[in-house]
């Protein structure tokens, strides 16, 4: 059984609507664009790395629509090797219309998504989920991800679509390895899905000591 990733680069207050450009997803957003000026080669070597042996990307149709319109006429250049892997692997895109699937290797999935995305994670190794806010509300409420990697950007909005929009549920995880800075600010977490829901407890407890005490 494969992994699902996702990708999610957001803000500290957790906003994460069109971080590339003013045109990703402008709607009540004044913001849009806001990661490109704390884009560094530290966050670009973080992100060529997560992308290593990727065989699939699973899309929400807003950003499978941005990807089809950019990367398909990117060749060499920085963005050269994400290109062709990109344009390489199969899409698969989480869409209640008809979306165009010109992009080749696209497949538009049935309606019934938590069963097409279980077909999906059986069928690849390294399945990538890349923004697709409205998507990843369905895979956080189905607990249908194994991994999240979260770039966070010391900024705060106050205002925009966030990662944890109304489809969490109470969930663990497990941090896979230390944190990452760059040197613009921006910290790199990797999380894995873990067994169970989040437990309680009492910080007055006689062995956790009571706080305030002197």
Known sequence: ???IHLE??????LVAQAPGGPDEDPAGFPFGGWQAPLFDEAVGA???????????????RRTYDIFAAY???QKGGEDGDIADLFNRVPKYVASRGRPD???????????????????????????KVVGSLDLVQTLLHEKLFD??????????????KKIFDGGEVPTNVTLLGPPEATPNG????????????PATGDMSAPDRGAVGDA
């Open 1 to 3: 059984m494969g992994l």
């Open 8 to 13: 999610l680069f957001a803000t500290l207050d």
């Open 46 to 60: 973080q992100v060529d790395a997560a992308y290593a042996g990727t065989d699939a990307l699973l899309l929400g």
């Open 71 to 73: 990367w398909p006429h």
């Open 101 to 127: 699937l010109s992009w080749a290797g696209s497949t538009h999935l049935g309606p019934d998504l938590p069963r097409a995305v279980r077909e999906i994670r059986d069928r690849h190794e390294n399945i």
């Open 147 to 160: 991994r999240i990697d979260l770039w966070l950007h010391p900024i705060v909005l106050g205002v925009g």
């Open 186 to 197: 921006a910290v790199y977490l990797r999380y894995a899905l873990a067994d169970g829901t």
